[in-house]
């Protein structure tokens, strides 16, 4: 984007190729009305000069000879000529020098580029002349010049560009503010986005105002911005998560085998062996959810073509569950009677409602209850787990479904703390939303399976 | 933790080799390998593996997906080129479902994600290297067990006993693979259909409640656990 110049802008170009094309046109039709409006006049001249010649072949030598020099007397802006040659060609009146060799004596008009004039007229450039034989033998010529056919080629021409040089002028004008209007827009989206591009994230680019075209395009980048910022803020946090929660399991496990290396007792050394290992797979179970949810994030691939039956989503959940919950006592049903076709991918969709179930069953207490529900609300169904739990204080609800949280309430449940952040993930995938419901007991959490209009 | 097999293998010294590029990996796996009885060969690159394939023509072929070289996808894909067609265990760090599918399709038998515990491995390579039994039998019979595929009908000795269909399922799948280590992963991929891996362990209280239906107090324990990894369903001699 270095050095965008003023002719190189796409308005410019655009004015510029209007001009050529109203300049073309024009010039088109300036020459259309002079070329035609010469050949009429042309045309009017031979017939009028042909017409006299044949009258005047028939006069007497005396008034032929007064006609000639009335006509040159009155002639006063010399463009007539009129002569009248003895059968050897002497002159006997008029003011050609002598008959033309090129001009044939047949009564018809022929154009003569020059003509040979008595000393005592201007010279003519280019002139029609008719000559015929009269019956004595004598020979007439009469001609007049083009002057007049030339001075309406000047004055078409002036027309031309006098009427087109201010249009043209125009075009370019009104092509060069729009052009430097652009460029200065450009060059200054130009530098917003050097400045993003050299790290500076939160900058925007700026916004004419002018609502058009390329405002619209610069509203949705400053849209890609924001994403783009979210996402970099995710990773930025899910980056300190990561080092917190897996550099604090390690560290305890690296302390637990520095103390083991003075360990005598091999009982004592196989139990602290067996604690790393259970740390090491926790760490890696911590890895393989992050990873998980990763996943799911930047999954562009997305195959839920087909409709699936949120019942029978239930359904298999709850008997996934079932055993769990009866080991814990806890009192665990679902209700999934009415039909739910919902657009969705089936795994993901089992995926999402598996770990709302295990977290809900992971925080009730033993005798509690756990339920599945599927609930119709105007806009469409929603899945909603509901426990008796210890429940999800209202201040930290909106943190619950932010990777890495875990309630500091729940102090028996171990695990990664993902849970409702790849529940998340998922709903936000489909274009689904995951909200967690207010109840006076337990937890309620829903996920609405439609799409805000 | 790694576990004894109950059973002798089906192949004696069965040969795999272990194409790893890390030393320390392949080291611990060669060691594996080795205490379960194996011959295990090691290649660090492709082409190792390609030349040592074409001199010792392996029983099986654990091939880590990242390699030097050529990756792991193309060495199968040239592997099958060559005409070897041994079951090859793809083993990777890129453990995504997406990874998951790129690798089976490009002709892996099983993949397995890192990290793994060295029993998962072992009980992978098993099921590999055996074939499980015919999948058009109408009744399988395994020691006192005996299941009826057509009436949905399972009995231990005289003994009916009472299975839901999820239970039915499992119990055919241990009973298709006896005396066979089974990982919890590859029960829940293969009873379940599920891909992920729950948070709670929810294969062992699924299992619990089969075995209290197979295995009576007083009765010999048919279903083991093998700590760490998963279960074995024993025929109780």
């Given amino acids: 984007m270095k050095g965008i110049r003023l002719v190189q802008a796409a ?11 109203l300049a073309g046109s024009t010039a088109a039709i300036f020459a259309y009305v002079y070329v035609e409006t010469a050949r009429l006049e042309i045309e009017a001249k031979r017939t009028y000069l042909e017409l006299e010649v044949r009258e005047a072949l028939v006069m007497t030598d005396a008034e032929l000879i007064d006609r000639v020099h009335t006509r040159l007397a009155r002639d006063l802006r010399h463009n007539s000529v009129e002569a009248l040659f003895d059968p050897h060609g002497i002159l006997v009146a008029g003011n050609l020098a002598s008959l033309p060799p090129k001009l044939p004596v047949d009564g018809l008009a022929h154009r003569l580029m020059t003509v040979p004039l008595v000393d005592s007229e201007p010279s003519r450039k280019e002139v029609i002349l008719v000559a015929d034989r009269r019956p004595d033998g004598k020979i007439l010529a009469i001609g007049h010049d083009l002057d007049d056919v030339s001075a309406l080629q000047h004055v078409v021409g002036i027309g031309l ?3 087109m040089g201010p249009a043209l002028l125009l075009a370019l004008i009104f ?4 052009a430097a209007r652009s460029v200065a827009r450009i060059k200054a989206l130009d530098r917003t986005i050097g400045r993003v591009m050299a790290g500076d994230l939160h900058e925007r680019l700026p916004v004419s105002g002018a609502g058009d075209d390329l405002d619209s395009l610069t509203a949705r980048i400053n849209e890609m911005l924001d994403e783009i910022v979210n996402l970099v803020e995710e990773i930025r946090s899910v ?3 990561i080092a917190h929660d897996l550099r604090t399991p390690l560290s305890v496990m690296q302390a637990r085998l520095e103390r083991a290396l003075n360990e005598r007792d091999p009982e004592a050394l196989r139990g602290i062996v067996a604690k790393s290992l259970t740390d090491l797979g926790r760490t890696h179970a911590t890895i393989t959810s992050l990873l998980r949810i990763a996943e799911i994030e930047s999954s562009r691939r997305f195959q839920c073509v087909g409709e699936t039956d949120l019942g029978e989503i239930a359904r298999d959940v709850y008997e996934l569950y079932e055993p769990l919950a009866a080991d814990k006592r806890i009192h665990f049903s679902v209700d999934s009677d009415s039909p739910a076709l919902v657009r969705a991918d089936r795994d993901m969709m089992i995926e999402a409602l598996a770990n709302l179930v295990d977290n809900a069953i992971k925080y009730t207490p033993a005798g509690g209850q756990v339920r599945i529900e599927i609930a119709h609300e105007a806009d469409g169904p929603l899945l909603r787990v509901t426990d008796s739990g210890f429940g999800i204080p209202s201040t930290e609800r909106s943190k619950v479904t932010q990777r890495y949280y875990r309630s500091d309430k729940s102090p028996n449940a171990r695990g990664s703390g993902l849970g409702l952040s790849l529940v998340a993930a998922i709903a936000k995938l489909h274009g689904f939303r995951l909200r967690i419901a207010d109840v006076r007991h337990g937890a309620s959490v829903e996920l609405a399976c439609y799409q805000i209009a | 933790m790694t576990p004894r097999l109950s059973r002798p293998q089906v192949k004696a010294n069965a040969s795999i080799l ?8 392949a080291m611990e796996i060669l060691a594996g390998l080795k205490s379960q009885g194996y011959q295990p060969r090691h290649a660090a690159n492709g082409t190792d593996a390609l030349a040592s394939i074409w001199a010792e023509a392996p029983d099986l072929a654990i091939i880590d997906r990242t390699l030097p070289g050529f990756d792991g996808l193309s060495l199968i894909a040239k592997m099958q080129e060559e005409g070897f067609h041994l079951p090859v265990l793809v083993v990777s760090a890129l453990s995504s479902a997406d990874e998951r599918i790129r690798g089976l399709k490009a002709g892996g038998d099983d993949y397995l994600g890192k990290p793994f515990v060295m029993g998962e491995l072992f009980a992978r390579i098993e099921a590999l290297l055996r074939r499980p039994t015919d999948v058009r039998e109408t009744a399988l019979t395994v020691g006192p067990l005996h299941i009826d595929l057509i009436e949905r009908t399972a009995h231990r000795g005289s003994r009916e006993m009472d299975l ?18 089974l990982p919890r992963s590859m029960l829940l991929e293969e009873v379940w259909n599920y891909r992920f891996v729950p948070e709670s362990n929810l294969v062992n209280v699924h299992m619990g409640r089969l075995r209290h239906k197979v295995d009576l107090p007083g009765e010999i324990k048919l279903i083991h656990s093998v700590k760490n990894v998963g279960f074995m369903l024993d025929e109780g001699n």
């Fill in chain 2, 18 to 25: 272990v194409v790893e590029d890390d030393p320390d990996m």
């Fill in chain 1, 239 to 241: 980056g300190d998560n």
């Fill in chain 1, 175 to 178: 092509g060069a503010f729009f």
């Fill in chain 2, 164 to 181: 839901l269909p999820r239970e039915f399922k499992l119990l055919e799948f241990m009973m298709r693979r006896p005396g066979q280590v």
């Fill in chain 1, 161 to 163: 560009i006098r009427g």
């Fill in chain 1, 11 to 21: 308005p410019f170009r655009l004015a510029l190729g209007f001009a050529l094309a």
